[in-house]
């Protein structure tokens, strides 16, 4: 399968302070790479580096082969899109959902008026999400339903790759199975990339295509979900599904 993201050789401080050290990983056309670590290991300092809100001390991001500048285009911003963990920090709140969606697809796509009507209800229906939906502002929502704006707004400028970052951390844990669910039939659907960032194992195992471990910024084991799950490659891995309580 067609390599989407590679990250080669990552080193990236914060005030100073080397944060992540020597990172590689790839994620291929219709996968779901899981990073998974402890809390402080880097996993969103990775994500900063690779929507290119921190610049890196060394190495490179490439997207399809193409090495990813300093300073980006338009389309490129527009090419990886962000869900983060706390949905009221991303949407805002001044804006009716459907003014936030519009916003988002005129800056990256060119569509005619129309077009964005039609693709806004289209993802609302397919989100799940109520009818209404357009016409209201985000403070009317549940954390669920919000997160699931969050990742129709992701997916409406048709993305190469998603990076979520414990966008259901926060959710209930029914709230959050649907919302796992409908990431999973999306990816089938788009033949999406996705970064799934979680310190819950659990979440990783139900989601995931492949894993790679971060421990104190640096990326300690990849493999297949199922590998992993099985045998993880390192003493970390094991600990970490140890302290699972049980998959
Ligand atoms: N804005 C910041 N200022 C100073 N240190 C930071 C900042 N953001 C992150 N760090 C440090 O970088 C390290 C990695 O943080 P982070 O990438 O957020 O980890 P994770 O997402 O895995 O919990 C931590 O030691 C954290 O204290
Ligand atoms: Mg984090």
């Known amino acids: 399968m067609k390599n989407v993201l590679n990250v080669k050789n990552i080193y990236a401080s914060i005030g100073g302070k080397q944060i992540l050290k020597d990172v590689c990983f790839d994620i291929s056309e219709n996968e779901i790479l899981g990073l998974v670590g402890g809390s402080g290991s880097g996993k969103s300092t990775a994500a900063k580096v690779i929507t290119g809100l921190l610049k890196p001390d060394s190495g490179s991001i490439e997207l399809y082969g193409r090495k990813l500048s300093g300073k980006r285009s338009r389309k490129e911003c527009g090419s990886i899109q962000m869900v983060f963990q706390n949905p009221e920090s991303s949407l ?5 959902i459907g003014k936030i969606l519009a916003d988002a697809m005129s800056f990256q ?9 039609k693709r806004s209800a289209d993802l609302i229906r397919r989100m799940e999400l109520p009818e209404d939906t357009l016409y ?15 990742l129709a707004r ?6 190469d790759l998603i990076i979520a970052d414990e966008p259901t951390s926060s959710l209930d844990v029914s709230v959050q199975l649907r919302m796992l669910d409908l990431i999973k039939e999306i990816k089938e659907e788009r ?4 970064l799934f960032i979680s310190h819950d194992l659990g979440v ?3 989601l995931c295509d492949r894993v790679a471990v971060m421990k104190d910024g640096r990326i300690i084991e990849t493999g297949d979900r199922g590998s992993f799950f099985e045998a993880p490659k390192t003493e970390y891995g094991r600990e970490l599904l140890s302290s699972v309580p049980r998959i």
């Open 191 to 194: 033949g999406l990339s996705i």
């Open 109 to 117: 796509l060119r569509l005619s008026r129309e077009e964005i009507a």
């Open 204 to 206: 990783i195992n139900y």
């Open 92 to 96: 805002n709140p001044k804006y009716k």
């Open 136 to 150: 209201r502002y985000p403070g009317s929502f549940s954390g669920g339903q919000k997160q699931r704006i969050a």
């Open 154 to 159: 992701a997916l409406s400028v048709e993305p």
